[in-house]
């Protein structure tokens, strides 16, 4: 059996032991995704966003379910299962299986324990769900896992919260070959609550490079990283921002991202974006910038339009796409 293969099946180990608890509530919501792009440098059309060999935004279908279990006197803890079938333009087989979410959260008196597929706690990508938006995020980036195999503990204090993880450092697929990523993220203020959150990140391990599911180096690479981060609303005007300064495989790496967005019509239904990254990878510096509309026809679709230059490739992307996703 393969090592995603036995990822597969402790995960559903650890469904059925679930399933001896108590269902307390059920979220169960069908995804539905259609994307296409053009890409000015090599002036052709793909149905994918950025590159045909990542995982996020291709033609797909799937669904994203959050079961609740308690037991006789208190909540036990959650189960998240986010899968899909995609479209793989340029793969071998053009079907592929995706998962996405695949974590237990267990709720303990100390604090929130997960073990599964879930967000490394490094970095805005920590606090950023992004699996259905256009503009790329760090993790997206080089700089992170948006998803990755491993264990982790969340904690919320009335300032704030901490989080820590321990996790494989091979992002969608698993794989060990000594590759681990040991992260930990302390924040002040909560978005959704004050209207605001600053963030302090510190990552240490040897990763692997990994693009969707296939591996592209066969060792880790050492890896250290601090960055800081900072999420702000006003009134219709949103921004998030993340420094990061670290070392990877021996050279220095940077990363400048900002992200700006500001909402129209009712219940900011319309928003606008604008995104400039500098990125210093691999003794080179990057630039790239992006900019996006997205509009909400209502409560399950969501129409999407982006901008992306990447100065590196010369290329201008043009991508859009249809979200509809329905709780069933």
């Not at 597929?117 to 256009?134: E, K, Q």
């Not at 896992?145 to 989080?163: I, T």
């Amino acid at each position: 059996m393969s090592k995603l293969g036995r990822a597969f099946a402790l995960l559903a180990l650890g469904a059925v032991s679930a399933g001896a608890l108590r269902a307390q509530s059920s979220l169960f919501f069908l995804e539905l995704q259609a994307v296409g792009s053009y890409s000015t440098a090599s002036d052709a059309f793909g149905l994918f966003s950025l590159m045909p060999e990542d995982v996020m935004q291709k033609p797909s279908v799937g669904f994203d379910l959050v079961q609740r279990f308690s037991g006789p006197n208190r909540d036990i803890g959650v189960l998240a299962v986010q899968a899909r079938l995609a479209y793989d333009q340029e793969g071998d087989h053009k079907l592929e299986p995706q998962l996405y979410n695949a974590y237990f959260r267990l709720k303990t008196s100390f604090a929130n324990v997960w073990i599964g597929h879930n967000r490394p706690a490094l970095g805005l990508s920590a606090a950023l769900d992004s699996h259905a938006l256009l503009l790329p995020a760090p993790a997206m980036l080089g700089f992170g896992f948006d998803r990755d195999w491993g264990v982790g503990m969340e904690k919320d204090l009335s300032w704030g919260g901490l989080a820590a993880s321990l996790t494989a450092a091979s992002g969608m697929p698993l794989y060990l070959k000594g590759n681990y990523l040991a992260a930990a993220r302390v924040f002040k203020g909560v978005l959704a609550r004050d209207n605001y959150s600053l963030g302090l990140s510190l990552g240490h391990g040897r990763l692997l490079e990994t693009m969707g599911y296939a591996l592209i180096s066969a060792e880790p690479f050492g890896w250290d990283s601090v960055g800081f981060d900072v999420s702000h609303v006003w009134r219709n005007l949103e921004n998030r921002a993340e420094v990061l300064i670290g070392r990877a495989d021996g050279a220095g790496t940077f990363l400048a991202f900002w992200r700006a967005g500001l909402g129209f019509l009712d219940e900011g239904r319309l928003k606008a974006e604008a995104q400039p990254v500098v990125t210093r990878q691999a003794g080179a510096w990057h630039y790239s910038l992006g900019a996006g509309l997205t509009y909400l026809a209502n409560a399950d679709l969501a129409g999407r339009f982006m901008v992306y230059y990447d100065r590196e490739r010369r290329d201008a992307r043009f991508v859009f796409q249809l979200y509809y996703y329905k709780r069933l």
